[in-house]
């Protein structure tokens, strides 16, 4: 048996007729940026977000980076992320002309650790940036009063954790502002890049539109020095076709990440925790093992495809290197680093496919 990492036939299969007509409808109207589908998508995700606005921008980077540069984050702030996260998180401060300052996870949940935030804050922290990683909640009371007694902004990176709960209450409605990205592998995917901000801020909904149209409020007339990052209509129409569906598909992730979780009983496999506060969406499920590359092989062999979320630390990256932090200095991440390993998940997950796997790792 196969069982590819993550595929997409199932759920496109399953809205093939919603997909098209969305199609149809935008190539019907040609109005191919800024208009109704647009419109309609924002308002939609905004309320599915409890937020009261949402503005679409091109990908997930850009919903982060044009919140923070809407929030005036910039040359000589540093931002708080996480040490174990996606690039995409540094990037997003970098690319404001801030520094990103890396704080620890902790090794049960792989979200950032509350209790490590406050001795990396100084004088030049504008904003902590959670990450509710693989579509889980990270701890946002803590962050959230931390963010408080320093009065700084809280940017939730959302990239992987649409419809994730803390505590009862959706992930990206706690903070200034939250960047969700709908590359087409998140569980709500769109069929191309996308991404959007979402916030209750008015003032800062409409900056981040303006940022993301050259700086423009209007036509020819430009505020601020911008970017050119929107949703184009065809992708908020495809987005707008899937978005009912959500709710009912995190919910079978859910089913089948309970499926790994009873089924895996290799001593040799560390399964995922799920804290009280949380209800993740498991958008990855990731297992941690010392012999994860030998893991990784075994179940290729078996035709059952794995990823590595994510083999080289961000402080390790090349393009890091001017931060100067050695190797060792972020134990935790780099320890998550050597050892995760990603199982297949994907809604349309058969049965089969899901007790092979089980049947698969617990005979490594």
Not at 85 to 100: C, D, E, N, Q, S
Not at 130 to 157: F, N, R, S, T
Request: glycine residues 8%; negative net charge; aromatic residues 10%.
């Amino acid at each position: 048996m196969n069982v590819p990492f993550v595929s997409f036939k199932p759920m496109e299969k399953e809205l093939d007729t919603d997909l098209r007509a969305a199609f149809e409808r935008v190539y019907n109207a040609s109005w191919y940026i800024e208009g109704k589908e647009d419109e309609s998508f924002e308002k939609a995700f905004a309320e599915y977000c409890s937020s009261k606005y949402c503005v679409g921008v091109g990908n997930g980077l850009d919903a982060l980076m044009l919140a923070l540069k809407a929030l005036g984050v910039g040359s000589g702030d540093e931002v708080i992320v996480p040490s174990n996260t996606y690039i995409a998180t540094a990037l997003a401060v970098t690319y404001v002309g801030a520094a990103p300052v890396f704080v620890e996870p902790d090794i049960n949940t792989y979200t950032i650790d509350p209790a490590k935030i406050e001795e990396k804050i100084t004088n030049k922290t504008k904003a902590i940036m959670p990450v509710h990683l693989y579509g889980q909640a990270c701890d946002m009371d803590p962050i959230m009063e931390i963010a408080k007694k320093y009065e700084l902004y809280i940017v939730e990176d959302c990239a992987q954790a649409h419809g994730a709960t803390y505590k009862g209450r959706i992930i990206g409605s706690f903070g200034d502002a939250a960047g969700f990205s709908f590359y087409p592998g998140k569980n709500l995917g769109a069929l191309g890049d996308a991404g959007a901000t979402v916030t209750n801020n008015k003032e800062i909904a409409d900056k981040v539109r303006a940022l993301g149209n050259y700086g423009s409020d209007y036509k020819y007339h430009h505020i601020y020095q911008g970017n050119n990052s929107r949703l184009d209509e065809l992708q908020a129409a495809f987005l707008a076709a899937k978005l009912p569906h959500l709710s009912r598909m995190n919910e079978e992730r859910r089913r089948i990440a309970k499926c790994y979780s009873d089924g895996i009983k290799n001593p040799d496999v560390i399964l995922p925790f799920t804290p009280d506060y949380s209800v993740p969406v498991w958008h990855i499920y990731a297992v941690r093992t010392k012999k994860r590359d030998a893991l990784a092989e075994y179940l290729a062999d078996k035709g059952i495809s794995t990823n590595k979320h994510y083999p080289i630390p961000m402080h390790m990256q090349e393009c890091y290197k001017e931060l100067g932090i050695r190797e060792g200095e972020l134990p935790i991440a780099e320890e998550i680093s050597a050892t995760e390993l990603s199982l297949p998940m994907f809604y349309g997950m058969t049965d089969d496919q899901i007790q092979y796997v089980i049947d698969a790792i617990n005979k490594f």
